[in-house]
């Protein structure tokens, strides 16, 4: 397929080189011209636009958050120049009303709008093992199914209306928030009664909790190893927000979500906004009184 | 072995039958007589004091929560008439107080005290399939370790005194209550945004969250089935009482265990106490006007 | 003075009535222009245009919210065609975000721009006894003060930078809404008690917590009695959410800010939007299975 | 009237001062004995055994907490051997489930209870100003009215069962950890804004929260002056877990207490239990990443 690429971030720069890799025409664009290089060297067309990348059979659209993609795709009239029948898929994570006009303004000009949000690390990503939620016209979906299939294991259809991909999206980062701040406390908790995280995590994380969230961030908070981030504590924080956003706008307390939310604030005011979401661990030490202590599994 | 089983209940009768069938002796005995008829005709000795169960090589006591303990060990002298040397394995779920308290009980009498708590349901304790987490002297944990292998898949030791194995219990079941209160939420946020839970948690349990807690809480959810219960939410809200205990003598803030503490609680005064705990996700329905309002997969 | 006046809501108008009768020029302008008859015809100047109201010495704003501040005074150029050194005094409650964007548009500008939400209800605006809190450039203060006195019985000066104000304000509407929550807890568990609210507030309010906002809201919390509204709930709302997005963008978590949106949020899900913020004790009834069952004092 | 009185702590020692002024005959009991010193030589005669205070007309007792009761009062048969009809009246803060058990205990053996709790700090005991909260049979309270008069300036009257005063003694101590709790994370907040604390209380408790409960710990949160102690901040704590203890036996949420008992926790874990109530601003400022740091007025 003849598709554009807007957004080359960490992740953006994976997915499109899976595309690649599958055999299709890849045209990329970046607000930062560098991070195509390596891309081109591997095939791809730089373009020196968004509207040229708003051309061919799709484009797909993997920009950092909800200022970006209002500058980069509203912000210039991009979609006014698109041709009619062109699939637009945004993948990135972006808030429930944003996501609302994005369909709305799309339909208004004749394009296709689809949400497609991701679950999986930069590294899933370059293997194409991403998990995809996919939501929008049907009839598109099944256009850029081939492009799915390049980036992801599987790809989960959520019905027509596109804003749908991103509730699930965000329910499923507010419980990643969850399990982490959950093993937080308990780790917190265990230290005081003099039992290390990692023989409480070990445990846990082999038996009920045997799932890949659980795995990894219990693996990093035992070891108290928050640097390098693989999730930017910072960007779990602007995910809470829009899941915040997505409960206030319909209704729908969520008292755990407002917790989560507090932890990754405190996180940030004292220092820790560029560290793994792992590093939500601190704060529960820091109100247990115990942060800057280490210790050791006595197990 | 020749050992004594105190506390007939599901859990206890599921486990004491695993050691007759692996060919141990046990004599068992239960504060309601008739619980132990089907044992007893599988080879059981039923005898009539705790005080004769507190015999033989070990005594394995699995009784209803603090003031059962309390009521049957520590009420009538048994500890007092007990031989030296017995090991006493305590696998309920208790306090760590509770558990500090009979360490030291025991210790003062000569007898080995043995924290063994478990992971799993009725039907994980009647195909031998627990998780056992063990902690206490030792060389007492080495000498009733086959009593595990017929009860568990797994035993896992941690250290030699006995309240850390409940430490990590109280922390299990805590992550445990989080990880169902945060689909709960999730549910109900995305049923007021038109997902249906079925669709939400069908993505979520089989992808980051592909761990029996989640699999198991999140169908039922999903298929809005709270009866019978698997795990009674009024137990769960006990466990949490515990939990937030052990936090409180550890000067160790769990701020999450309150908000599910608060939730259960609510699903309590609302007439929940004796359905699953799954029944949690109608607390979070009701706090978004949905309570009694059904919603079918759109997907 | 000659002053201008825009939003004509049951404050606004007790607020421009008080200025009238203070002996000052007033013109008036609203969205709904039907609101100026009253005020008309006690000598108040209809305008057509904002821009009309923003003339003379000075030009006081009290919209409803944030949307209703951008659409009326940014979105029509209305301070293109301001006089140089008009100073606008924006009494209403708005975002920390706005109140510093309006302050940096008005300075480039030549406007003087001070911020000077109120506390007090309706009743208290019309005999002129509100609390003014006042912040923005130390002349142009000095300069409206005569406005202050015709309409507030104090103001408190925060120093030159606008945005200090609506934290102020901000700061105190939390409180109102802590204060409540509060007294609808309490409330709740003391009925579960046998504890007529009547009899524990009675006390309480008559104490240690004889201030205004405990007596009026305790009252009507003691009586059940929600209609009709002095402060809607859903405003309070509006306002806890602002005070949640001044603490999200400082980096200071406000814990008590997130149990209290919640239960606003969960009274709306219930109906209760355009009731009282004492309808905020609904919701605690409701946790405690109390809702809908009345009770009468006991004492 | 010939008074007992057991328990002379700070606040214990100044009420009896006040009976002996009035004139009444007070036989003091305390466990550390030169706590009675002072009193002695102003007329109290001190007395050898708690038992010996249980003579007379009545008896006050005004012990630390629940273990101090149950050891004084239920640990050495003090009611068997008290004379029938005697008038136990017992001021101090503790849980529901004492107060129900005192009531039934002392019913049991033909002697009044009367719980009568107080509010106010040891100046106020000091010169009589107290308000005394009491519940428990009318015709014994109508007789100790005389001994309340003494040490209060007002009496509620809440009802015959004693543990009705108890409920509103623990609601009111949860509405003071509510109050104090609201202005440390809206001081925190504001500051982080730029705005002192002593510029936001300032405006605040000396308009809509001008009750002495704001007005005292806002003006310690502005001078950040924790020492010396008016309410110990472990003793608050002590409160909000019976005020929790209430909440959870009556099935009625408190997510407000869970908020505030985990701010308290988290001072204590870093070492201000023994500081005032109002260091619980060092929580919210330590979250906001500015512990340590000191501001002054700018305004």
Same sequence: chains 1, 2, 3, 4.
């Avoid at 598709?3 to 080359?8: N, P, Q, R, S």
């Avoid at 693996?219 to 930017?232: C, K, N, S, V």
């Avoid at 899941?243 to 407002?258: H, I, K, N, R, T």
């Avoid at 917790?259 to 661990?281: C, M, P, Q, T, W």
């Amino acid at each position: 397929m003849d598709v554009g690429f807007i957004g080359l971030g960490t992740m953006g720069r994976a997915m499109a080189g899976r595309l690649l890799a599958a055999g299709h025409a890849v045209r990329v664009w970046n607000r930062s011209a560098p991070a195509g290089d390596d891309l081109a060297s591997r095939g791809a067309r730089r373009v020196a636009t968004p509207s040229d990348a708003f051309r061919g059979d799709a484009v797909i659209s993997m920009l950092a958050d909800d200022d970006a993609v209002r500058e980069v795709i509203l912000g210039h009239g991009v979609l006014d120049g698109a041709p009619k029948g062109l699939v637009h898929v945004n993948m990135a994570t972006i808030s429930i009303a944003l996501a609302q006009e994005l369909a709305e303004r799309h339909g208004a000009r004749g394009l296709a709008y689809v949400a497609a949000p991701v679950f999986g690390r930069p590294e899933l990503a370059a293997t194409g093992k991403l998990n995809i939620v996919a939501a929008g016209d049907p009839d598109a979906i099944v256009r850029v199914q081939p492009l799915f299939d390049a980036m992801g294991q599987r790809t989960w259809r959520l019905g027509a209306r596109p804003e749908r991909a991103n509730v699930v999206k965000l329910a499923g980062n507010f419980m990643l928030g969850a399990a982490v701040e959950a093993m937080s406390e308990a780790a917190a908790m265990a230290r005081r009664h003099g039992v290390a995280p990692a023989d409480l995590l070990d445990v846990l994380t082999n038996g009920v909790f045997s799932a890949p969230a659980y795995k990894t961030y219990g693996a990093l908070i035992a070891a108290e190893r928050y640097d390098p981030p693989g999730f930017r504590l910072a960007l779990v924080l602007k995910d809470i927000r829009l899941a915040l956003a997505a409960a206030d706008m319909a209704d729908a307390p969520m008292p755990l979500a407002g917790v989560i939310h507090d932890s990754l604030l405190d996180a940030v005011a004292n220092g820790d906004a560029n560290r793994d979401l792992a590093a939500l661990a601190k704060v529960s030490l820091r109100r247990a009184g115990l942060d800057g202590v280490t210790q050791k599994s006595a197990a």
